[in-house]
């Protein structure tokens, strides 16, 4: 897949070009960190952490070739991306057979709110489409206001509360 306009083009990004995705990541991972400090006694990981952490959920991911990256770019290089997996659809609602899950969507701080996200969104769906999914399921923090707009403006609603917590009480960082 491939769309391209006069300012940036959204293309499938190979398992190769991974490193790609860093500076996205630790874009979002920086946006989480500041708007959710504290994930139920959790903090945020160090950068090299979670980008490490993350990249091999990417390589585990992409292992399913149901699984498929898109990535934003322009001039200058990457500006966004969304990575999607693709499983089973829910056992108690009906669903499709098929469900994605929108694993990451990420903008480069100074170009959110210009529209990149909800392209990126357009092509995640138009990719589904074309390969017979029709149901998504989205996952943003409480605190990420911006996001959650932007799906309910999508016509995405909420369908569950996830609880996070340790059973210790301790505070707990890398």
Request: glycine share 10%; hydrophobic share 40%; net charge negative.
């Amino acid at each position: 897949m491939s769309i391209r306009d006069s300012q940036h083009t959204i293309r499938t990004l190979p398992i190769a070009e991974l490193n790609e995705l860093e500076p996205l990541w630790r874009a979002l991972q920086d946006h989480y960190a500041t708007i959710t400090p504290l994930l139920g006694n959790a903090l945020a990981r160090d950068p090299e952490a979670s980008w490490r952490n993350r990249r091999g959920n990417y390589e585990r991911w992409l292992t399913d070739p149901n699984a498929f990256v898109l990535i934003a770019e322009d001039a200058g290089g990457p500006i966004g991306y969304a990575f999607v997996t693709i499983g089973p659809g829910y056992a108690s609602w009906c669903t499709g057979d098929k469900m994605a899950t929108l694993q990451s969507l990420s903008v480069l701080p100074e170009l959110r709110g210009s529209g990149i996200g909800s392209e990126l969104l357009d092509a995640v769906e138009a990719e589904l489409r074309r390969r017979g999914v029709g149901d998504l399921e989205i996952t943003t923090a409480t605190t990420n206001v911006d996001a959650q707009r932007l799906y309910e403006r999508r016509g995405y609603t909420r369908g569950f509360v996830v609880y996070v917590g340790s059973i210790d009480e301790a505070v707990v960082g890398d």
